[in-house]
């Protein structure tokens, strides 16, 4: 059974989460960094503590002051703070009161030692007639210097949570924009293709509501392209439909062999001419829904004109028009949908084919030259007059009193497929030929 992949998370959980992380991580760091600073300083203030006690007490015993040996219980404020003053000869002048016994010091200034198993911090100052001890229990002095430090830090640890409650606020501002988009976009109507608005979006947002509106702007070109079509080809397609009924009914109706030949024919000829308005229907559907630069390739475009020439070859073989082909024997190449521009010549040349009078003539012309490709066909027929060949290009138009049963969607499709390749289409007469002249031309490669 297949799974369906796991959603990824909203851009929303994953801002939140990455802010809350770098706000937690900054707030730690913070924290750390204050602990240590506020714990050095305080290391440093019970030192400089120390070395005011010490200097205080230099010089204040006479050299034959006794010190205070009388024995005493301990108590914990004794073993935090121990003073002694010792003699320069090595007699102790001084100890504090309950205080553990420090060993004599022959380091001057602060050093580390033990007394009675626990370790101290200890200050000698020396003076010309006095050494004096001044030491402090480490697990003292970290004890207070931890509590202050935690003193520090408190207000970060408090300061922590209403920063992450402003950046899941500033968050929430921030997606609203999107989540409004979200909610438009949810309320529409399958048939409402009208552009979003872009008021108030971020800089961020726009670019991707804007082509969001471009995109709605297509599908409805495209739908409006399509009901149109639709309407067009419904109509188009009810007088064919209409001519094959009636001609089945009179095929049904023949008295005799003959008349029902000729019934038969007609009928296989309507039939012919049905397919024929199917074939072009699909064809300038297919040409007015393909995006712009699909599937375009290299091509030879006189190889292509070629190739089309000789498809055409039984067509006008059966009328004894001749068919020239005009170009360079070098490679015109050309970026382009093949297949389109086979239907494009197709049509072109089925066109010429028709209006062009027995033994008359069709020539296709290929040309390039430093900034453009030209390709061309005309024809020794009657031609089309000025103000007609605007309207030619557009669906199911046919110049009035023209002969045949053509489905007026020959250059409709070849238009589409012009637009499609960037080519500039031109209707006129022909100069040489006098019939008609079509011309597309494309920018060099």
């Given at each position: 059974?297949?799974?369906?992949?796991?959603?990824?998370?909203?851009?929303?959980?994953?801002?939140?989460?990455?802010?809350?992380?770098?706000?937690?991580?900054?707030?730690?760091?913070?924290?750390?960094?204050?602990?240590?600073?506020?714990?050095?300083?305080?290391?440093?203030?019970?030192?400089?503590?120390?070395?005011?006690?010490?200097?205080?007490?230099?010089?204040?015993?006479?050299?034959?002051?006794?010190?205070?040996?009388?024995?005493?219980?301990?108590?914990?404020?004794?073993?935090?703070?121990?003073?002694?003053?010792?003699?320069?000869?090595?007699?102790?002048?001084?100890?504090?009161?309950?205080?553990?016994?420090?060993?004599?010091?022959?380091?001057?200034?602060?050093?580390?030692?033990?007394?009675?198993?626990?370790?101290?911090?200890?200050?000698?100052?020396?003076?010309?007639?006095?050494?004096?001890?001044?030491?402090?229990?480490?697990?003292?002095?970290g004890r207070m210097a931890g509590?202050?430090?935690?003193?520090?830090?408190?207000?970060?640890?408090?300061?922590?949570?209403?920063?992450m409650l402003i950046v899941w606020?500033?968050?929430?501002?921030?997606?609203?924009?999107?989540?409004?988009?979200?909610?438009?976009?949810?309320?529409?109507?399958?048939?409402?293709?009208?552009?979003?608005?872009?008021?108030?979006?971020?800089?961020?947002?726009?670019?991707?509501?804007?082509?969001?509106?471009?995109?709605?702007?297509?599908?409805?070109?495209?739908?409006?392209?399509?009901?149109?079509?639709?309407?067009?080809?419904?109509?188009?397609?009810?007088?064919?439909?209409?001519?094959?009924?009636?001609?089945?009914?009179?095929?049904?109706?023949?008295?005799?062999?003959?008349?029902?030949?000729?019934?038969?024919?007609?009928?296989?000829?309507?039939?012919?001419?049905?397919?024929?308005?199917?074939?072009?229907?699909?064809?300038?559907?297919?040409?007015?829904?393909?995006?712009?630069?699909?599937?375009?390739?290299?091509?030879?475009?006189?190889?292509?004109?070629?190739?089309?020439?000789?498809?055409?070859?039984?067509?006008?073989?059966?009328?004894?028009?001749?068919?020239?082909?005009?170009?360079?024997?070098?490679?015109?190449?050309?970026?382009?949908?093949?297949?389109?521009?086979?239907?494009?010549?197709?049509?072109?040349?089925?066109?010429?084919?028709?209006?062009?009078?027995?033994?008359?003539?069709?020539?296709?012309?290929?040309?390039?030259?430093?900034?453009?490709?030209?390709?061309?066909?005309?024809?020794?027929?009657?031609?089309?007059?000025?103000?007609?060949?605007?309207?030619?290009?557009?669906?199911?138009?046919?110049?009035?009193?023209?002969?045949?049963?053509?489905?007026?969607?020959?250059?409709?499709?070849?238009?589409?497929?012009?637009?499609?390749?960037?080519?500039?289409?031109?209707?006129?007469?022909?100069?040489?030929?006098?019939?008609?002249?079509?011309?597309?031309?494309?920018?060099?490669?």
């Amino acid at each position: 059974m297949k799974h369906e992949p796991k959603p990824a998370p909203s851009l929303r959980a994953r801002l939140t989460g990455a802010l809350l992380l770098a706000v937690l991580a900054f707030a730690a760091l913070q924290a750390a960094v204050t602990y240590r600073t506020a714990r050095a300083e305080t290391e440093a203030l019970f030192d400089a503590q120390m070395q005011r006690i010490a200097l205080s007490l230099s010089g204040s015993l006479g050299a034959g002051a006794l010190s205070d040996d009388a024995p005493a219980a301990e108590t914990p404020a004794a073993r935090e703070m121990i003073i002694q003053i010792w003699r320069a000869d090595g007699v102790m002048l001084y100890r504090s009161p309950q205080g553990r016994l420090l060993p004599p010091q022959t380091v001057i200034g602060f050093s580390d030692t033990v007394a009675g198993g626990e370790p101290y911090r200890i200050y000698a100052l020396r003076t010309a007639t006095q050494v004096v001890q001044v030491a402090q229990q480490t697990e003292a002095r970290g004890r207070m210097a931890g509590q202050l430090a935690l003193r520090a830090v408190l207000p970060v640890a408090l300061l922590a949570p209403v920063l992450m409650l402003i950046v899941w606020w500033v968050v929430g501002r921030a997606i609203g924009p999107i989540e409004r988009v979200r909610r438009q976009v949810a309320a529409r109507r399958p048939d409402d293709l009208a552009p979003l608005p872009t008021a108030g979006l971020p800089a961020e947002v726009r670019p991707l509501v804007g082509e969001m509106n471009g995109l709605l702007t297509r599908l409805s070109d495209a739908w409006d392209a399509l009901t149109h079509f639709t309407a067009d080809a419904a109509h188009e397609l009810r007088s064919p439909l209409a001519a094959l009924r009636l001609q089945a009914q009179s095929l049904q109706r023949a008295p005799d062999d003959a008349t029902r030949a000729i019934a038969t024919e007609r009928l296989l000829a309507g039939i012919d001419r049905a397919t024929r308005l199917v074939e072009q229907l699909l064809a300038l559907a297919r040409q007015e829904g393909a995006g712009e630069g699909a599937e375009l390739v290299s091509l030879d475009l006189t190889a292509l004109a070629r190739n089309a020439l000789a498809d055409a070859e039984p067509e006008a073989a059966r009328h004894a028009i001749a068919l020239t082909l005009d170009a360079p024997t070098a490679h015109v190449v050309l970026r382009a949908d093949e297949a389109a521009l086979a239907v494009l010549l197709r049509n072109l040349l089925g066109n010429a084919l028709r209006h062009t009078p027995p033994g008359g003539q069709v020539r296709v012309g290929v040309r390039e030259e430093a900034s453009v490709i030209d390709l061309t066909v005309e024809d020794s027929g009657p031609g089309i007059a000025p103000d007609e060949r605007a309207r030619v290009l557009d669906r199911f138009y046919r110049v009035p009193g023209t002969p045949g049963h053509g489905s007026g969607l020959g250059l409709a499709i070849v238009r589409a497929i012009a637009e499609r390749h960037g080519a500039a289409l031109t209707l006129d007469a022909s100069p040489t030929l006098g019939g008609l002249r079509v011309m597309l031309r494309w920018p060099a490669v």
